[in-house]
DNA sequence: ATTGTTGCAAACTATTTGCAAGGCG
DNA sequence: CGCCTTGCAAATAGTTTGCAACAAT
């Protein structure tokens, strides 16, 4: 699923530099859905003049380039994906960690849904909410 | 679909003002999905001390009664939804106006996310994302 | 009279931006 | 070498909070 972001960089008239590849790589190689902070954080052992802003910098080229979604699962920062594909999130609402759904058979109802709104569709996104199974085995409540 | 707030109010030992009335009968009033700053533009005419403090504030409250629905689209602020159905959303990419879609026929699709997760499921939100007809008609570009 | 509420202003936090120093090509 | 990028610090914007005056019960 990674992809060949030098390359992707060079042909967009980006410069390559140790702090792009780390961040997208760190984006590739977790399913966590990391925050800005959460990426920082990670990098920052390795890359110690690593700043925040140029998270955030770069996960906007990259998501120019379509190597990363951002997912709003409604909690006060924003979520990345290196998993572009249109597939459905959910969120632990006790400890926020945020999984993968598997991918949903659309079918019709996309089109239905075009129908009824008479909008040009462009995406969609699909967000779920409950406990995860660890969270269950210890009796969490049910914050946020 | 609008609820007896007063005595929702009063049953869970709020107190009913003015304020909390007003931002209530808005919510319930329209579909046009507002965030706070929209409900406080909308009500100041007529509630001149208003404030977005209390119009916060009072959300808050609604929530906890489940009198409100918080949609989380992905602009920077919230919007809020006296509708607590839960129907999908659909925000145009370039006027940003959220409307309603039609609720969908779940069937045994929600029972197959829990079982492929492993959550215990609570809610979820549907996002859709595109051109609304007015914006087709004008041959709007798609922003953001 | 008591207790909760309002509304101002200040605090907070995630994100964005300006800019001088530094690195890529 | 020229231009883009970094990273610090400051700015921004939505939301939250502290608190004194005020209103609901």
Redesign the pocket.
């Known amino acids: 699923m990674e992809r060949d972001i030098?390359a992707m960089?060079?042909e967009n008239?980006?410069?390559?530099?140790?702090?792009?590849l780390a961040i997208y790589s760190a984006l590739a190689a977790t399913k966590a859905h990391p925050?800005?902070?959460m990426l920082f954080n990670e990098l920052q052992p390795h890359?110690p003049?690593?700043?925040?802003?140029?998270v955030?910098?770069?996960?906007?080229?990259l998501r120019e380039l379509n190597l990363v979604q951002i997912l709003n699962t409604g909690e006060?920062?924003?979520r990345y994906d290196a998993d572009t594909s249109n597939h459905p999130h959910i969120r632990c609402l006790a400890c926020q960690r945020v999984d993968d759904v598997d991918p949903v058979e659309w079918g019709s109802f996309y089109q239905t849904v075009g129908d009824s709104t008479g909008y040009d569709l462009r995406g969609h996104q699909f967000y779920f909410y409950g406990v995860c199974p660890a969270c269950q085995r210890e009796g969490a409540k049910n914050d946020q």
Chains 1, 2 share one sequence.
């Open positions: 030098t960089l060079r008239g980006f410069k390559v530099t140790p702090q792009r925050s800005a902070e890359y003049t690593m700043s925040l802003a140029t955030y910098k770069t996960i906007e080229i006060d920062s924003f």
